[in-house]
């Protein structure tokens, strides 16, 4: 018996109710010959048991042999349960996106074909992030569908891939060489407006026009066409659908003129249009950052291999995909830890600053936990690993980091939203003219109804076309980038730039950003003797320990050698010289030795600073405090960030924390934050409406630093937090941040004035094109005028380039 329910009720393969003629063979009931049938064949099979999970089941199931709707389901639900283990996501460098409708265009194509989960395009970065399941549909297929839409895919580690498209350069040189020409052979053309005999010199020039204008319409602006075609495909109006109705429109009306032997063509201006068009891309191309560097440089931080110990007791590097929960790494000093895990054997001191901040290592043995990706100073460990690669801290950190980018490429600036209404309205208005002008029987200097209507309409599609709107905001961009570099600031993510200068919360991390990033003896080498000196220069100079280090870089005296030397890793040093031991060393190192501290020296090893002690035999010789040094900067720059709330947060000890917090005058500090934490802390103050904006240096700070509106790296700082940076500083001077947000707030008010210009030119001259008193020509001269006067307004940002210490004219 397969089921435990009556076999006079149910069907004994697929539980269906079975009725009084249902098939029997001698127990067994059976609602349909197919189960009948497919019974028998598990028999003979003898796969009775388990017999859900059989392929003829299944299979029998999908085709409807067993017409169970439940199982039906059930089998369905199961599939997507490992379906959704298969989904694999693809980043790709997508180039040859001209505005945010590419981006959409894209998404929805992709969006239609089986086995796509979720796509997420994004125009500003050029980045995609695609969820597929391979099972269905393959990253080569992808690839083939973004390439048949006229876009250019490709990976991110490419090392092809450019700021500029080759070909993108070489049509916009190819646009201004001919458009020069045209305009030159416009001259007699305008002239013949107004003086009649020119023996036929126009017509010469209109068909030299003519033939000047193909390679511009065919070969230049050829992106421009495909971008509309594919864009009608999945209904989305662009701004290039403008560019391509105005173009075609008046290349149509001025064809028909030639053809008539009228003067009255629009070359130049066609070209002229595709010209700006092309410049604007260009320029708006050169102040885009392109997230694939910083996705790169993520993957690499993972480890590939590491040292597995094999059932022979020997060992061997092998891919981490090879090494499962439970097995044993063996990691040597200077090698990086490439798993989660718990330490079965050995000691060392790992150097956990990338992932805690802590600038001193940390001593592990026996039962201490470690993580991937940091790195073993000294010592020696087996560790048994608790962790899969992707279950890592680290794994689980570049994750986060890439939500966090995909989400902040997602952010939508205001122009982009105006685009979504303007373009439709705009092309409603030149069909409306038209209409009207054919309904009332309009006419223009003794042009018929249609001339007028169709006259009409391409003034006011020239004069809307999108040259001025698509360059207000990159020429801006552009000039406050190339400033911004003049004074140390990198810009690496533009869509940052509409939140700098509105910051209402600053956050800092500690090591590496306010203070130094590297312990220094602050006092107590002057206790010492010269003599002294020397031998705890041989102390500390065969050690890579960072107090070791600090040390011996203080001392400029020679070395006395030792006998014997040995180090306690995490502890402390110990030599012995002509009878005497010396001991370099915690408080507790010494204390177990039997060395008395005085009372005082006791209480300051309990301080935020670090101290260690020299003593000989029994005596302590000189206790020494190291630490890491505050920046001079730092404090005058909380202080000129004000009224801007200030906070301090670091993965240090809180009272280490709080004494620099104290120092700089922060509004508020928080201690002993691991990296989700600082994380979790700018979602909350961004949830809670704050603008926030992040400085840190370490990969501990990664998943804060792309959490955050503006995410601001310090040049001394690991390459993974430069790359998830917004803003790179390479500078050290930290007060170029207050004139950077001076500086943004003047680039913020002049985008503003190039918008209002770029609209307000634009509704005049619709309205003057409306109305019949702009006529194709001159509209596109108004256009051209209009991008020259955003042009030269942009540059006031240039000009204003002060050095920070002098401030920022206005």
Not at 85 to 113: F, G, N, R, T, Y
Not at 334 to 363: F, N, Q, R, Y
Request: net charge neutral.
């Amino acid at each position: 018996m397969l089921l435990d329910q009556d076999v006079s009720s149910v069907c004994c393969l697929c539980q269906s109710p079975v009725s009084a003629r249902s098939y029997r063979d001698k127990d067994l009931a059976f609602c349909c010959a197919g189960c009948q049938a497919v019974y028998q064949i598990l028999s003979s099979q003898n796969a009775l048991e388990n017999f859900r999970n059989h392929p003829l089941f299944q299979q029998a199931v999908q085709s409807g042999l067993i017409a169970n709707p439940h199982l039906l389901d059930q089998l369905k639900q199961k599939e997507e349960e490992v379906v959704e283990e298969e989904v694999k996501k693809l980043h790709l460098d997508i180039q040859e996106m001209w505005c945010p409708s590419c981006a959409q265009v894209i998404s929805l194509i992709l969006l239609k074909e089986k086995g796509i989960r979720r796509c997420a395009v994004d125009y500003t970065t050029d980045l995609a992030v695609i969820e597929y399941l391979p099972r269905l549909i393959s990253k080569e297929r992808i690839v083939r569908l973004i390439s048949s839409l006229g876009y250019r895919p490709a990976s991110l580690q490419d090392p092809r891939q450019q700021a500029i498209s080759h070909t993108l350069s070489i049509r916009f040189i190819v646009a201004a060489f001919f458009s020069l020409n045209i305009m030159m052979f416009a001259y007699p053309i305008y002239v013949s407006y107004f003086h009649q005999d020119m023996e036929g010199y126009p017509a010469l020039f209109a068909w030299l026009s003519f033939l000047g204008s193909i390679p511009v319409l065919v070969y230049s602006a050829w992106p421009i066409w495909r971008r509309f075609y594919t864009g009608m495909r999945v209904g989305i109006w662009g701004m290039e659908a403008l560019v391509v109705l105005g173009v075609s429109t008046a290349t149509g009306l001025s064809l028909y003129e030639l053809w008539k032997g009228s003067p009255y063509v629009y070359f130049d201006s066609m070209t002229v249009i595709i010209v700006f068009v092309l410049l604007g891309k260009i320029i708006e191309s050169k102040a885009k950052f392109s997230a694939k560097d910083s996705l790169i440089h993520l993957t690499r931080a993972l480890p590939r291999r590491g040292r597995k110990r094999m059932e022979t007791g020997e060992s061997q590097f092998v891919p981490l995909k090879d090494i499962q929960i439970g097995d044993t790494i063996i990691v040597l000093s200077g090698e990086k830890i490439v798993l989660d895990g718990v330490v079965e054997e050995g000691e060392g001191a790992c150097d956990e600053s990338l992932m805690t901040g802590e600038a001193l290592p940390i001593a592990k043995k026996p039962g201490s936990t470690v993580l991937g990706g940091t790195f073993l100073q000294q010592g020696h460990l087996c560790i048994k690993v608790t962790a899969k690669p992707e279950e890592t801290a680290l794994a689980r950190i570049i994750d986060m980091v890439g939500q966090d980018i995909e989400h902040k490429t997602q952010e939508v600036r205001p122009v982009d939203k105006i685009v979504k209404w303007f373009v439709p309205f705009v092309f409603s208005l030149a069909l409306a003219i038209l209409i009207y002008c054919l309904w009332f029987g309009v006419q223009d200097n003794q042009h018929t109804p249609l001339q007028t209507g169709i006259l009409r309409a391409v003034a006011v599609l020239l004069i809307s076309c999108p040259c001025a709107i698509g360059i207000a905001v990159p020429l801006a961009e552009s000039h406050l980038l190339n400033t911004l570099a003049k004074w140390g600031v990198i810009v690496r993510n533009r869509t940052c730039l509409s939140f700098l200068g509105k910051e209402t919360v600053f956050v800092f991390d500690k090591t590496g950003t306010i203070t130094e990033g590297k312990y220094s003896v602050l006092k107590g080498l002057e206790e010492l003797s010269f003599e002294e000196k020397c031998l705890l220069k041989g102390l500390v100079v065969c050690s890579n320990h960072p107090v070791a280090v600090a040390l011996n870089q203080a001392l400029l005296c020679p070395a006395k050698p030792f006998d014997q030397i040995e180090e306690i890793i995490g502890r402390g040093i110990r030599g012995k010289k002509q009878g005497c031991t010396y001991f370099l060393g915690s408080a507790v190192f010494l204390t177990q030795q039997g060395i008395d501290l005085p009372m005082h020296q006791q209480k300051h090893a309990a301080e935020a600073y670090t101290w260690v002690f020299f003593a000989r035999n029994d005596s302590c010789l000189a206790a020494f405090l190291l630490g890491d040094r505050i920046r001079s900067e730092a404090k005058p720059l909380v202080q000129s960030l004000a009224p801007v709330k200030t906070m301090l947060v670091s993965g240090d000890l809180s009272h280490a924390v709080q004494k620099v917090a104290q120092a700089c005058h922060f509004d508020a500090w928080k201690a002993e934050f691991h990296p989700l934490q600082k994380r979790d802390l700018i979602d909350n103050l961004r949830k809670s409406g704050e603008i926030v904006a992040m400085l840190g240096d370490g990969i501990n700070d990664a998943p804060a630093l792309t959490a955050a509106h503006v995410g601001i790296a310090v040049i001394s700082a690991t390459d993974i937090s430069i790359q998830v940076s917004d803003l790179l500083l390479t500078t050290d001077r930290l007060q170029v941040l207050s004139s950077l947000r001076q500086l943004a707030k003047k680039a913020h008010r002049i985008v503003k004035q190039n918008l209002f210009w770029a609209f307000f030119y634009n509704c005049l001259g619709l309205g003057l094109a409306a109305a019949g008193a702009l006529s194709p020509l001159f509209a596109a001269f108004a256009m051209v005028v209009s991008s020259l006067i955003v042009l030269f307004n942009a540059q006031r940002i240039k000009a204003t380039l002060v050095l920070p210490k002098g401030g920022i004219s206005d």
